[in-house]
């Protein structure tokens, strides 16, 4: 897996219909590389979608409605609604799978908290996430970053952030580099989230971390039906 992979994309309304099986995607909410890279899943209101070797498929495992997909090295992370007559209780709060979606293991806040937009990062294994509301284990709304798989969770003040809040990335390897898509733009903070600087203007509807020698990796909204401009990168 390298940096190349990473990126957050979320909240793309709308029905996108792929010609190449029956996978009908709803509501997305994230993207994830599988650890080897071969495979592309996406979540929607009705299970992964998963795209390998030029064909798309349904991932094995419930067709639960997933919010907020992200990825490390060895899990995937994800939070959303159980599945009709799944016997669930709704909502997930954060749940992880060790077999790319088949299981899932409950890590907290359930019955309490849908996070619709969740990052991780590859390397260390710490999850960003905007949390809605005040819960259990999360007193305030906000972002906020754990790094014991929501045992416990530090707020981030996310001063300097302008807008409705569209989507989150966090670097591979340092925790510090956050970024944020907003109605207004693409934020990045050096400080774990903490204190943000606009870099792009416009909505940010996806971005990346990419690497060493790099900056954010973005692209952002023109026009309508959720079409982007190609990603822009920066060289540090």
Same mark, same amino acid.
């Given at each position: 897996?390298?940096?190349?992979? +990473?990126?957050?994309?979320? /909240?793309? /309304? =709308? %029905?996108?219909?792929? $010609?190449?099986?029956?996978?009908?995607?709803?509501? %997305?909410?994230?993207?994830?590389?599988?650890?080897?890279? *071969?495979?592309?899943?996406?979540?929607?209101?009705?299970?992964?979608?998963?795209?390998?070797?030029?064909?798309?498929?349904?991932?094995?495992?419930?067709?639960?409605?997933?919010?907020?997909?992200?990825?490390?090295?060895?899990?995937?992370?994800?939070?959303?609604? &159980?599945?009709? !007559?799944?016997?669930?209780?709704?909502?997930?709060?954060?749940?992880?799978?060790?077999?790319?979606?088949?299981? +899932?293991? *409950?890590?907290?806040?359930?019955?309490?908290?849908?996070?619709?937009?969740?990052?991780?990062? +590859?390397?260390?294994?710490?999850? #960003?996430?905007?949390?809605? $509301?005040?819960?259990?284990?999360?007193?305030? &709304?906000? /972002?906020? #970053?754990? =790094? !014991?798989?929501?045992?416990?969770?530090?707020?981030? !003040?996310?001063?300097?952030?302008?807008?409705?809040?569209?989507?989150?990335?966090?670097?591979?390897?340092?925790?510090?580099?956050?970024?944020?898509?907003?109605?207004?733009?693409?934020?990045?903070?050096?400080?774990? =989230?903490?204190?943000?600087?606009?870099? $792009?203007?416009?909505?940010?509807?996806?971005? $990346?971390?990419?690497?060493?020698?790099? !900056? %954010?990796? +973005?692209?952002?909204? #023109?026009?309508?039906?959720? %079409?982007?401009?190609?990603?822009?990168?920066?060289?540090?």
């Amino acid at each position: 897996m390298t940096s190349k992979y +990473w990126f957050v994309a979320s /909240l793309v /309304l =709308g %029905v996108t219909a792929l $010609a190449h099986a029956q996978v009908t995607l709803t509501h %997305v909410h994230g993207l994830a590389y599988s650890s080897d890279g *071969k495979r592309l899943m996406i979540p929607s209101h009705h299970g992964l979608a998963v795209y390998e070797a030029g064909k798309w498929s349904k991932a094995p495992g419930p067709q639960h409605d997933y919010m907020g997909l992200a990825a490390t090295a060895n899990h995937l992370y994800s939070s959303g609604h &159980p599945a009709p !007559d799944s016997g669930l209780v709704n909502p997930f709060g954060l749940i992880r799978s060790t077999d790319s979606g088949k299981t +899932w293991e *409950k890590l907290g806040l359930e019955g309490e908290t849908d996070f619709h937009l969740l990052a991780a990062s +590859w390397n260390t294994g710490a999850i #960003c996430v905007w949390n809605p $509301a005040p819960s259990s284990r999360i007193r305030q &709304p906000g /972002l906020h #970053c754990t =790094g !014991d798989a929501g045992g416990s969770w530090r707020a981030a !003040d996310a001063r300097g952030v302008k807008g409705e809040l569209i989507s989150v990335a966090v670097h591979p390897d340092d925790v510090k580099l956050v970024a944020l898509g907003t109605s207004e733009g693409v934020f990045e903070s050096s400080d774990g =989230g903490n204190s943000f600087s606009q870099i $792009a203007p416009g909505p940010g509807t996806a971005k $990346a971390v990419p690497g060493p020698g790099m !900056d %954010v990796d +973005w692209t952002t909204r #023109c026009g309508t039906g959720g %079409v982007s401009t190609p990603s822009q990168v920066r060289a540090r």
